[in-house]
């Protein structure tokens, strides 16, 4: 059991690191708040949606590799992850206070492959044997991953139409953009909270830790409708559960790796554990949607109502 | 599917030292594969008789490496592995044998005056029709049926150690031994790298290379 | 020493010297309480597998002092169990008996383990729950005998059973009264279990994943599923959920003990007509151990075996026999299949054999002309297992061969049917005697008319399954069995039955039989998660029983 054992260690030093570094931070403000301009915010998405893209990639390429690129549209996520994954890299540095054609063009690509792949899995789950059953929600195509991509070109969009937006009250979709952005990315938390339920829920949460992912992001979508809709304030303790769900996503990973150490043959055997263990790539997910909350959550303290 | 599925190039083995094989898998096979091929349970008269047999039952063409089955139905009675169980009609395995192929051997003498492992493949395959049909009973087989020899020990034992070989799994496109690595692809038409890939018409030369590749 | 010769395992008794083998860690040991042979134990256990394995953990757990005796050797998977069918034959009781009647049955790997955890440690997993109205079988149904227990008290132990095995099962199961969700969700369906599916879809009737005891998602130290197909063969992943993996375990670290390479050959009895003690033979030599009562769980063969040959002058019929039923109303389970070939590479060597299952003919009464039920699954078998059935149909030389080719395009049904009970069928001893100079078993074997008419339903029924379902060139398999049951049944009435609801005999009041022989009628389905159930409920009563004086 060695290699759960030293998997045990990295996780034990990453539970300490984060909690150490909450304990020091808490919710207060820190470096680069309160936000400058609203352009801040929209590089913040920009980055967030790259490492949404950085998920997909891989969780795509992986799980597409699985099914043998049986069907030659299973590239098309690979490759809008990809120019996602560059677009949001540029975008992050980019102080542009306008919106960029190529990258808005790459995130309507990506928003349109995820409503598009979500449609791909509902035919893959719906043609099984037993149609729309748990059995084919567990092991056919998972319902919840397109999903992904559409949130990483929905946040690079939305980063986008805020830079076009005046520096001085900014307002996306008929209300103040951090309003906006808070519900979106509260939306994006729980939307992706469905999938990580049900394969928990398949892996018949062996381990209680397994509850953490589908506890900890519904309160951090509640606390953001929240600020929201609340008076434009410091919210310290949104603040604070936001980082606390931007840790869960990367120890997330290694809790990933110790189920592939933890499975018949553990790393060695990783032409199977890889594939039929939990997913590495999919944790951080949870991540880039916490960091663009906490980009909302920014601008939303600097406005007015 | 049209004609018979192959699988060109596959050879279980060749993952033996990949995670689909472990070492007790490995002692096992290599001791199956290590079979010395004399008669160590039978007499020179018994072993002729058991090689034509097997060849009847088992027809081996010079294409594929070559299953040394009736070393291995020898091995086995040598050891007296047997099944736990037999036929209340028939007398314990090794008995059983002995009275078979000498019983065979008498039926093949009063049709042709040759012992089985001399007469020509269709006089073979007559003998051991009528072997399966019921239709010897001369006195050397000693009470036993043969049609009960024929089902129970000759078909079970010979095919038995025939597809315990890996070279019949590689015949059959078998993923053969695997521990700890299983399998991860399961639904129709999907394999894994390390399973054999079957041929498809027109592209024998692809199969050939992805099994050449397996690991 | 080759690797087909003996294994130490099977040389040497592992469970000696206060240590037995910890089966989730190579080469490792844990402490084990050992009893001294002279004193008397509250219970010698005559088996470990699915009866007294369960049993002896139980007991242990509740206080008792326990040891438990298995003639089969203490494996450890993980670095004993080859990835070989012909190798893991060392699973199998290969000792002889001869089997005669006019359907002399398949023993050996088809239903007859030898080691501790017994049968379990080869099983196929599938854990499924008797229909209700089964245990009042005559009453409600019209044939076979009614069963001396409540089904809703049973429909607690199983809930107990599957708790304890973690079952991988579907979240809804079709059929039954409800039943508390599995605690581990169903496996991934394999293409064989996908052929059967579509069967079931084309001909309108339900269908599910097959609940297993094979774990999904790590439990303890055991591994989840690798889908590696050896399952019959003995599971080396430490999946499968075998009671050497789960009760054993537990019962030693409760403080009983097991003797591993102990075959017990007679039950003493003292001259109060109450058994005194087991004899066995381990290690070379006959030992004795003193015990205030004694628990046979052999299974259907052995269990009937050890209680005819314990016979003294008092007891010349054999031991719990005033009923004479000892060894009579041997059931199996009718096990015949239908087999086609398919276009697509369906592979079925990956994965559980049994993925998936319909229970509907178990339900259903209508539109039968015959009595009982079955259920069928989907199929898996390895090349070994594949050409035994192949030279059932007689097949051989080159034709035998261009079948085998088709071996990853094939796909198959197989019924777990219920026969009837027949007092014709039975276990008696031969005048043969076997290597420890035991008389070997004889057992006599012959259908009825309402197990064929079952059989020929099923076949018909199948045959449209598997064409709906796309196959083509379907053939039948129409001789096979599965299982052993009913050869010491329990019943609520002494002359008609050999135990009580308890698993009591009814003529030797410390003499108990808590495995597959006490089954009166079989089901349509794998008995078990029936027999443990049995143990579960057995393991309480006594434990009842000896609180209020009654043992």
């Known amino acids: 059991m060695t290699q759960t054992r030293s998997i045990d260690i990295a996780i034990g030093c990453g539970l300490a690191t984060a909690a150490f570094a909450l304990v020091r931070l808490g919710g207060r403000q820190t470096l680069g708040s309160p936000v400058r301009t609203h352009i801040d915010t929209a590089r913040t998405f920009n980055r967030s949606s790259a490492l949404l893209a950085l998920s997909v990639l891989t ?65 893959n789950i719906t043609k099984r044997p037993g149609g729309w059953s748990w059995h084919n929600l567990f092991y056919a195509a998972p319902i919840g991953a397109p999903m992904a991509l559409l949130l990483s070109g929905a946040l690079g969009a939305v980063s986008e139409r805020l830079r076009d937006e005046p520096a001085h009250e900014p307002r ?67 603040r604070l559960w936001l980082r606390v769900t931007t840790a869960l996503g990367f120890i997330g990973v290694g809790f990933h790796a110790r189920g592939v150490a933890r499975a018949r043959g553990g790393w060695r055997n990783w032409s199977q554990n890889l594939f039929n263990g939990p997913p590495l790539p999919a944790p951080p997910s949870f991540s880039a949607l916490a960091l663009a909350a906490l980009g909302a959550l920014r601008l939303r303290e600097t406005e007015k109502k | 599917m049209t004609g018979l599925p192959r699988y060109p190039g596959y050879d279980v083995t060749a993952k033996r030292d990949t995670p689909s094989w472990d070492d007790v898998t490995r002692t096992v096979i290599d001791e199956r594969l290590a079979t010395p091929h004399e008669p160590h349970f039978f007499d020179v008269v018994e072993w002729q008789a058991l090689c034509a047999l097997c060849a009847c039952i088992v027809p081996q063409d010079r294409e594929r490496p070559v299953v040394p089955v009736a070393a291995l139905v020898d091995a086995r009675l040598a050891n007296n592995l ?17 009275i078979g192929l000498r019983a065979l051997d008498a039926e093949s003498r009063s049709r042709h005056e040759l012992p089985f492992s001399s007469i020509a493949e269709e006089a073979r395959h007559a003998l051991l029709t009528d072997m399966q049909e019921g239709g010897l009973d001369g ?19 010979i095919c038995g150690m025939y597809y315990a070989h890996p070279h019949a799994w590689s015949e059959i496109g078998f993923g053969g031994p695997a521990n700890p690595r299983g399998y991860v692809r399961m639904v129709a038409n999907r394999r894994d790298p390390w399973e054999a890939a079957e041929a498809r018409p027109g592209r024998e030369d692809q199969a050939y290379k992805e099994n050449r590749r397996v690991r | 020493m080759s690797a087909d010769d003996p294994h130490d395992a099977q040389l040497v008794p592992r469970g000696k010297n206060g240590r037995a083998p910890d089966v989730f860690r190579p080469a490792a040991w844990i402490p084990m309480r050992e009893y001294p042979q002279d004193e008397a134990v509250d219970f010698a256990i005559v088996g470990t597998g699915a009866g007294g394995g369960t049993l002896a953990c139980r007991l242990a757990e509740k206080g008792f002092k326990v040891v438990a005796f298995d003639a089969g050797a203490w494996w450890r998977p993980l670095e004993e169990f080859a990835s070989d069918e012909t190798h893991q034959g060392k699973l199998f009781w290969t000792d002889e008996r001869i089997c005669d009647g006019e359907n002399p049955l398949h023993l050996g790997n088809n239903n007859s383990g030898k080691a501790v955890g017994g049968s379990t440690v080869h099983f196929a997993m599938v854990s499924l729950r008797f229909r209700p109205e089964w245990f009042r079988s005559r009453s409600l149904l019209g044939y076979g005998a009614d069963w001396p227990l409540d089904w809703r008290e049973m429909w607690r132990y199983y809930g107990e ?41 084309a001909l309108g009737i339900d269908w599910s994943p097959t609940p297993l005891a094979t774990v999904s998602a790590p439990r303890g130290d055991a591994h989840p599923c690798v889908y590696r197909g050896f399952c019959v063969s003995g599971c080396a992943t430490n999946a499968k959920q075998s009671a050497l993996l789960t009760w054993i375990p537990r019962a030693v670290r409760a403080g009983a003990e097991v003797r591993d390479l102990a075959m017990v050959g007679r039950i003493a009895m003292g001259h109060d007509g109450r058994a005194s003690g087991v004899e066995y033979m381990r290690e070379g030599r006959w030992q004795f151990q003193r015990a205030r009562n004694v628990v046979v769980a052999g299974y259907a063969i052995e269990t009937p075996r050890l209680l005819l040959m314990s016979a003294t002058e008092r007891f010349p019929d054999g031991l719990a026999n005033s009923s004479g039923l000892v060894g009579k109303n041997l059931m199996v389970q009718l096990n015949q299949a239908v087999w086609g070939t398919m276009d697509e590479e369906i592979r079925w060597y990956k994965g559980p054999p049994s993925l998936s299952l319909t229970e509907h003919w178990n339900y259903e009464d209508k539109g039968k002309d015959f009595f009982g039920g079955y259920c069928y699954m989907s199929q898996g078998p390895l090349p070994v297992a594949w050409v035994s059935t192949q030279n059932g149909r007689g097949l051989w030389g080159q034709r035998l061969q261009d079948e085998m080719r088709k071996y990853n395009h094939q796909a198959g049904l197989k019924i777990v049917g219920e026969a009837m009970p027949q007092e014709r069928n039975r276990v008696t001893l031969a005048d043969e005697k076997d290597r420890y100079g035991l008389p070997v078993a004889r057992v006599t074997y012959s259908l009825c008319d309402n197990d064929k008419r079952l059989v020929r339903h099923s076949l018909d029924f199948m045959s449209l399954a598997l064409e709906a379902a ?17 050869t010491a049944r329990m019943g609520d009435d002494p002359a008609t039955s050999v135990v009580n609801a308890d698993c009591r005999s009814w003529d030797i009041d410390n003499l108990w039989i808590c495995d597959g022989s006490v089954f009166p009628t079989v089901g349509g389905v794998n008995p078990s998660l029936t027999i443990q159930a049995i143990a579960m409920r057995t393991a309480d009563r006594i434990e009842t029983l000896a609180a209020r004086g009654d043992l």
């Not at chain 3, 796309?470 to 009913?486: F, I, K, P, S």
């Open chain 2, 82 to 98: 047997g099944d736990g169980y037999r036929d209340a009609r028939l007398p314990p395995m090794r008995d059983a044998w002995r």
């Open chain 3, 470 to 486: 796309g196959a083509r060139d379907v053939w039948r398999e129409t001789d096979d069995t599965c299982h052993l049951n009913g």
């Open chain 1, 172 to 238: 996306l979709f008929g209300m103040p953009a951090g309003q906006a952005l808070a519900l979106l990315t509260s939306a994006g938390l729980v939307g992706t909270l469905g999938e990580v339920a049900l394969m928990h829920f398949r892996g018949s949460f062996h381990n209680p830790v397994m509850y953490a992912p589908i506890v900890i992001p519904p309160v951090a979508s509640a606390l953001l409708i929240n600020a929201a809709f609340a008076e434009p304030r410091d919210h310290w303790f949104t």
């Open chain 1, 59 to 123: 969780d795509s390429a992986m799980e597409h590799y699985r099914g043998s690129f049986d069907n030659p549209a299973m590239y098309t996520p690979l490759v809008v992850s990809t120019l996602s994954l560059f677009a949001g890299l540029h975008g992050g540095s980019d102080l542009e206070p306008a919106r960029h054609p190529v990258r808005d063009s790459i995130y309507l690509s990506a928003a349109l492959a995820g409503v598009a792949g979500t449609g791909f899995h509902l035919y």
């Open chain 2, 139 to 157: 006195p050397e087989w000693r009470g036993m049926p043969g049609a009960v020899f024929f089902a129970k020990r000759v078909l079970h034992d």
């Open chain 3, 161 to 201: 059973v599957e708790e304890a095995l973690k079952i991988a099962g579907p979240v809804n199961y079709p059929w039954g009264p409800k039943r508390p969700r599995y605690p581990y969700r169903a496996h991934e369906l394999n293409a064989s279990a996908l052929v059967l599916a579509r069967g079931c879809e």
